[in-house]
């Protein structure tokens, strides 16, 4: 079954494409196929795509997503005669972990992420850095979305890009300790300066139109910064209160991915030396 058709919108970055279905191998090469897991909502648009890779020794899954067992029977099914030798995760946030070790031991293979796990109830069995090679693929590390995000790039210019980078989307970015606007911004540039071809994310279609996607994500998130300087109160307000204010007729399933992306902000703006922080409240600096 094929993949099903995207379509860019007017503003050139945003891609979407209608519910694919689940259980199913979508082809995305001949190397490569998805495996869309059945947890559609709006923080994972139309569910997790679980990557299948092929390499000279079997093929990886990427991000198994789901503990759904129709969702691991379709990886085991999708991998059709070719052993999977590796499970890698691009982080660890639930929608791509809950599944890993489930699969893990099913297979008997090991689960592969970023060294320094940021979940604690989780150590990878193979333990990845920024420049490592596992079955064929390079390990880009990415933080921003998760301190402990990684992204994972073909020998030809492909770029498994997990929550990093998605068409359909902007990321969420969290707070300290676990995300970081400039860390994000940083990790940004690192995939732009690779010269890639192809993003395939771990929610929403293909990429194809790099370069315009990651300048856009870029772009909106420097004028969400100036939004948020623009509409900052002088007077100290606590978070709460000015998510209340910039944030209007917001879904309430969405008011703490809002918040959370505010305070990130906010964190990055203080560091700049635009705003202030102290006691609870925030203010913005008059020059």
Known sequence: MSAPLAEASRNGWRISEPPPPYGVALPQTPTICRVVANNPGPMTGNGTNSWLVDHGRGCVVIDPGSTDPAHLDALVAAAGDRPITHIILTHTHADHLAGARPLGARLGIPVCGFHASAEPEF???????????????????????????????????????????????????PPAPHGSVQQFLDSMDYLAQRNSHLLLPAHGPAIPHVKACIEGLVAHRRARENSIIALMPVEPRTLDEIVDSMYHNLRPGLR?????????????????????????????IIP
């Open 123 to 173: 150590t990878p069995d193979i333990g990845l850095r920024d420049g490592d090679e596992i079955a064929e693929l390079r390990v880009l590390y990415t933080p921003g979305h998760a301190s402990d995000h990684i992204c994972l790039e073909t020998a030809d210019g492909i770029i498994f890009t997990g929550d990093h980078v998605m068409g359909w989307s902007t990321t969420m970015v």
């Open 256 to 284: 703490r991915a809002a918040r959370l992306n505010l305070h990130a902000h906010l964190e990055k703006l203080e560091q700049d030396g635009r705003v202030r922080h102290q006691a609870g409240r925030w203010m913005k």
